[in-house]
């Protein structure tokens, strides 16, 4: 038997959407008639929850709308009858409501977050990620990395700004989907680095491990670039004129960023003053108009800054300048 609290605490969804069913086929005995009403009357008063239902935004309100509604008319028309044409409604209303739950509890699972997840790195230290799926990526200072909402159901979709290694557990019926500007690398289980700081006007993915397919969004589509990069092989790819060279070269040396050593990969001095300021955490004056465009590459293996800056010098045959809180290149 189904007692008055319980259906007026809806503490069972079951039982109170049978004796609801009972009522409006006219089959309930005295005792859930009465509970019925009973469940009726505390519809839209403050003390009235029901956890089950509060699930859902769309229906956070039931109880005060159906007594808005429905019980005003009830409250004009004070005969049994027309109380009792309203109570139907209302069980009506909440059966209507409690099949729509079911579909939406089945169709979104509870672990699954309602909103993409944005992890960052601070301008002063690497973060390390660990998803889900296995799958560890190490951001370079001042990145970001988005993952889906829906990450792992069909596909593992990621968004890098900035620089990050990444190494992709292995799942042959999810591929992982990097996309970083208008690139998307597609991968099943590898390593790599990508490097697409925004303020940058290039784009580098390296292979350390496995095999990576690269492609660009155009007004037309996709466009492959490369379709097998394995290890050591690496794409550049030119912002401003959207071409890409694809060649080999030491995949680790681009990536030693992540042991808190420098390497200048091809750079020109304004990227190498970009770099610095990441690098060491500190500004760094320049003035662009010294920039001739000319790209050098030299790597460090952790020297003393002074020093770097006495090398970049005379590579560059300009003045780099290391003081406490800055870096002057003039």
Request: positive net charge; hydrophobic residues 35%; charged residues 30%.
């Amino acid at each position: 038997m189904i007692s008055i609290v319980t259906m007026s605490q809806h503490k069972n969804q079951k039982a109170l959407k049978s004796v609801l069913k009972k009522y409006l086929e006219k089959k309930a005995n005295a005792k859930e008639l009465e509970a019925v009403e009973k469940w009726y009357e505390e519809l839209g008063k403050e003390s009235h929850e029901d956890a089950h239902l509060n699930r859902a935004d769309a229906i956070k309100n039931l109880g005060r709308s159906i007594k808005n509604n429905v019980l005003q008319k009830t409250l004009e028309h004070r005969k049994t009858r027309m109380k009792s044409r309203y109570i139907k409604y209302a069980a009506i209303f909440l059966l209507m409501i409690s099949a729509g739950l079911t579909f939406y509890q089945q169709h979104h699972h509870s672990g699954i977050p309602e909103t993409d997840i944005n992890f960052k790195s601070s301008h002063q230290a690497a973060k390390e990620i660990t998803l889900k799926d296995g799958s560890i990526i190490l951001l370079n200072v001042g990145s970001e990395l988005i993952v889906a909402k829906d990450f792992g159901e069909h596909e593992r979709n990621v968004a890098l700004k900035g620089e990050g290694f990444f190494k992709i557990a292995k799942d042959k019926k999810k591929p992982f989907i990097i996309k970083s500007g208008v690139l998307k690398t597609i991968v099943v289980g590898t390593s790599f680095n990508i490097n697409a700081y925004p303020d940058l006007d290039r784009i580098k993915i390296a292979v350390t491990t496995g095999k990576v397919r690269v492609s660009r969004k155009t007004l037309r589509g996709e466009e492959v670039l490369a379709t097998g990069m394995t290890k050591n092989a690496s794409l550049t790819f030119d912002k401003s004129t959207g071409s890409a060279t694809v060649k080999t070269e030491d995949a680790a040396l681009i990536s030693s960023w992540k042991d808190n050593k420098l390497y200048i990969d091809n750079a020109t001095v304004g990227e190498i003053a970009t770099q610095l300021e990441r690098y060491y955490h500190l500004n760094v004056v320049f003035n662009p108009k010294i920039d001739k465009g000319k790209r050098y590459t030299i790597r460090f293996n952790q020297e003393p800054a002074n020093r770097v800056m006495e090398i970049l010098s005379i590579l560059t045959k300009t003045k780099f300048t290391y003081r406490t809180n800055q870096i002057t290149i003039k």
